[in-house]
C-alpha cells in the first residue's frame, strides 16, 4: 500500500509564530485603550456615593432641625445625627432612635465634615485627594462633581 503523505509535505495545522504575535500586538492596543477608561469608573462610583451620603446626611440634619428648631452646632458636630448632644444647644425634641443609625466614613475611608455657619451648612468630603488636595465634594458644588 501506497502512502498518501509524502514526508517533505506534510504540515500540521495551528499558528505560525507570526500569527500569535501580531494577535498578542493587537491585544495590546486594545487594552492600552479600553483599560484605563474602565478603571477610571471605580472613582467616579466613589464620587456618586459621596454625593449620596452627603444628600442623606442633609436630609437627617433637614429632620434635627424640624424637630429641635436648630441644627446641630459645629461643636456638637454630625454625631449629634447619632447620640443625643450633651453641650449647647441641647435639642429639646430630639428622636430617642437617633436620625442616623451610624455615621458613614466617605469612600475613601475618612469621616464627612461638618460646619454650621448659622443657617448655612456645609456637608463635605474631601475627596480623593485628602486634606492636601483640592477635591471636596460638598452640598454646596454637587452640580459640579457631576459634572466633573
Known amino acids: 500500500m501506497k502512502s498518501h503523505f509524502k514526508s517533505n509535505n506534510y504540515r500540521t495545522a495551528g499558528f505560525t509564530l507570526i500569527e500569535v504575535l501580531v494577535v498578542v500586538v493587537i491585544l495590546g492596543v486594545l487594552a492600552a485603550m479600553i483599560v484605563p ?6 472613582e467616579q462610583a466613589r464620587m456618586v456615593r459621596a454625593r449620596q451620603d452627603i444628600l442623606a446626611i442633609q436630609s437627617a440634619l ?11 452646632s459645629t461643636d456638637q458636630g454630625l454625631q449629634a445625627l ?4 450633651t453641650t449647647l444647644p441641647i435639642p429639646r425634641n430630639w428622636k430617642p432612635e437617633g436620625y442616623l443609625q451610624e455615621l458613614p ?18 456637608i463635605y468630603s474631601f475627596g480623593p485627594k485628602g486634606k492636601e488636595g483640592n477635591s471636596e465634594i460638598g452640598n ?9
Open 82 to 85: 447619632v447620640t443625643k448632644p
Open 37 to 42: 477608561k474602565i478603571m477610571s469608573r471605580p
Open 140 to 148: 454646596w458644588n454637587m452640580n459640579e462633581a457631576e459634572t466633573a
Open 105 to 122: 466614613m466617605d469612600p475613601w475611608g475618612e469621616g464627612y465634615q461638618y460646619l454650621n455657619e448659622g443657617e448655612k451648612l456645609k
Open 62 to 72: 433637614d429632620l434635627y432641625r424640624l424637630d429641635n428648631g436648630h441644627y446641630p
